[in-house]
């Protein structure tokens, strides 16, 4: 299938940014592409393993080859760092997977065993539950230093990518450990039908900071991946399924309303039995997650709440002078005069360039074929162009959405937007079924493709 203009759009988006990434931030973590530096993180070359799979999706075989030379002869994974164990295992550890499915290359599988293994020490902790941080180097794991809490999605969230390494090695360890912190969390009190909160102790293997219920940050993808797990596996481990189906009930009873003027559908918040109309970008993973869900055989009030969703998360970008979503919004629930649907409050007005909303575009568009999502998509590219792109190369995080005379650049280029934001792009663009077929693969939330273990 040809590559068609939209997509070459794309591809030069991605070579700009891969640019800046080039000359001024090689091998670190992130590019800070206004005082051309770089950021470090975890001192891991983040931005391109984060990478390498688009490239090989976008066709980019030069940049590819350049990005492998550096995978071979200069990662290392022996080093006295500490790493955040989500972060490292959805970013690096799933991107080293997928780039090996994809190009079919050893020199990634060796890559995603070593930190494969350099991660599993997180798992000693009395609960089981994984503490959020390891020492890759020295072996050691502990939590952050004012807590012994963990994050609930970020214990939850690296599922898929430790069970393809035991397929993959034949080794079980992998899998064992995160199919206990699975089940531990699935017979564990204080949710609120299927909503968990939003922290777990490591001792106590209890959730803590009860009675807040939220699909945003710090909750996201405990979601995403009980249903995706759940495909990967062959749609065979019922738990999963029956947790997602029972938590989406969940977001119906507890956390739907409608913003006015427009009736607009949104994922608001709970804290103590009180509604809040706050939703973050972040849950507009949502709509894809649900569309996925309908399309894997759940019923079509699935389907529904997905195009209710993706509507209002379009309006989160279209309602805004810059064209682009803040990072939080606030809805109204009552028609005011010259008010929006979307307020946002002074904190809130930043953009770090992330995926959710083109993402759930690109499941919208594959599942229903009504072009009006690409067309959504093409609109947020053009602002991004307009609002984010840096002349000397590379994309930048923005602090104000709603001043398009000045978005007050913030000098940082987050690596998922090349591992996510323009893979999805490039995609949502594309008529071919057969690039990424979902019934064959299933993408991490760092948008990393794995095998579907069973495929359709
Ligand atoms: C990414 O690292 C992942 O998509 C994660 O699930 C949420 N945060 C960022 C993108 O917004």
Redo the contacts with the bound molecule.
């Keep these: 299938v040809p590559i068609n203009e939209r997509q070459m759009t794309v591809i030069e988006a991605f070579r700009h940014a891969w640019k800046g990434y080039k000359d001024f931030a090689w091998g670190h973590d992130e590019l800070k592409p206004l005082s051309k530096s770089y950021s470090e993180w975890f001192g891991l070359g983040l931005t391109l393993i984060d990478a390498l799979d688009t490239m090989w999706i976008l066709g980019l075989k030069e940049e590819f080859e350049e990005a492998r030379k550096w995978v071979a002869d200069d990662l290392a994974f022996d080093k006295n760092v500490d790493v955040n164990l989500f972060?490292s295992t959805?970013?690096i550890l799933g991107g080293l997977l997928s780039t090996y499915h994809l190009s079919g290359d050893n020199l990634f599988l060796e890559k995603a065993k070593d930190i494969g293994n350099r991660l599993m020490p997180a798992f000693k902790t009395p609960s089981k539950v994984p503490y959020s941080d390891v020492n890759i180097g020295r072996g050691t794991a502990h939590p952050p230093r004012w807590t012994s809490d963990s994050t609930v999605?970020e214990v939850t969230?690296i599922q898929l990518e430790f069970r393809e390494l035991s397929r993959l090695t034949g080794d079980d360890k992998y899998q064992k450990a995160v199919d206990e912190v699975m089940k531990h969390v699935h017979n564990l009190s204080g949710k609120n039908d299927g909503l968990v909160p939003m922290f777990i102790n490591t001792n106590s293997g209890q959730f803590t900071h009860l009675g807040v219920y939220t699909l945003g940050a710090r909750a996201?993808?405990y979601y995403?991946y009980l249903l995706k797990q759940w495909i990967q596996g062959g749609k065979t481990e019922n738990e999963l399924l029956e947790d997602y189906v029972r938590a989406i009930e969940g977001v119906k009873k507890h956390l739907l309303q409608r913003s006015q003027p427009k009736k607009l559908t949104f994922v608001g918040e709970l804290a103590h039995g009180h509604f809040s109309a706050k939703m973050d970008?972040?849950v507009c993973?949502l709509p894809g997650t649900l569309a996925l869900g309908a399309h894997n055989g759940l019923t079509a009030d699935h389907m529904k709440l997905a195009e209710a969703l993706i509507e209002t998360c379009y309006q989160m970008y279209a309602q805004v002078e810059t064209g682009l979503s803040p990072e939080i919004v606030h809805f109204n629930l009552h028609a005011q005069k010259g008010h929006r649907d979307v307020e946002i409050k002074p904190a809130d007005r930043h953009n770090?360039l992330?995926?959710?909303t083109v993402?759930s575009l690109f499941y919208m568009y594959r599942f229903t074929g009504n072009k009006k999502y690409q067309d959504w998509g093409w609109e947020i590219l053009q602002n991004f162009n307009k609002y984010t792109r840096v002349p000397t190369g590379g994309y930048t995080s923005i602090n104000n959405v709603q001043n398009p005379s000045n978005p007050e650049p913030r000098d940082k280029m987050?690596?998922?937007f090349l591992?996510?934001t323009l893979k999805y792009m490039f995609l949502l663009f594309s008529d071919d079924i057969d690039l990424i077929n979902l019934d064959k693969y299933v993408f991490n939330?760092?948008?990393h493709p794995l095998p579907i273990w069973v495929p359709a």
Aim: zero cysteines; a negative charge; charged letters at 40%.
């Design positions: 972060e959805i970013r999605a969230s996201d993808s995403e970008h972040l993973f770090l992330r995926p959710e993402e987050e690596s998922f591992g996510e939330t760092e948008a």
